[in-house]
């Protein structure tokens, strides 16, 4: 079932349907959340959210419980089970790098 992101600071959206994590659907509709490992260890991925909930296609992503409880996830292994709001104030757009890239000498 595909459910739909919001990124709260930027009001972006984007859709999202298992099997794919919440980063790679991210990546599809061409935004771009911080990510290294993609594997649910390094955190750089982490982001708070806000409304929703994921499962993970890994047993231990890297959160601590209290992290969890609090509503941090770890994108690059989340596999959204309802609507989400999730804040990533890194994140930005393919369209608007490319549009930057351009307009330097
Ligand atoms: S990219 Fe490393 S934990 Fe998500």
Redesign the pocket.
């Known amino acids: 079932m595909a459910y739909t992101v919001t990124l709260a600071g930027q009001g972006w959206t984007f859709v999202t349907d298992a099997p794919a994590t919440v980063?790679e659907s991210a990546e599809r509709a061409g935004i771009r959340l911080?990510?290294?490992?993609?594997?649910?260890?390094?955190?750089?991925?982490?982001c708070l959210s806000t409304s929703g909930a994921v499962r993970y296609k890994t047993d231990w992503?890297?959160l601590s419980l209290d992290e969890k409880r609090e509503g941090y996830i770890?994108?690059?292994?989340a596999i959204a089970e309802s609507d989400l709001t999730i804040e990533a104030p890194a994140a930005n757009s393919g369209v608007r790098s490319s549009i930057a890239s351009r307009a330097q000498p």
């Open positions: 980063l911080p990510s290294s490992c993609r594997n649910g260890t390094c955190r750089t991925c982490i992503p890297g770890l994108p690059c292994v």
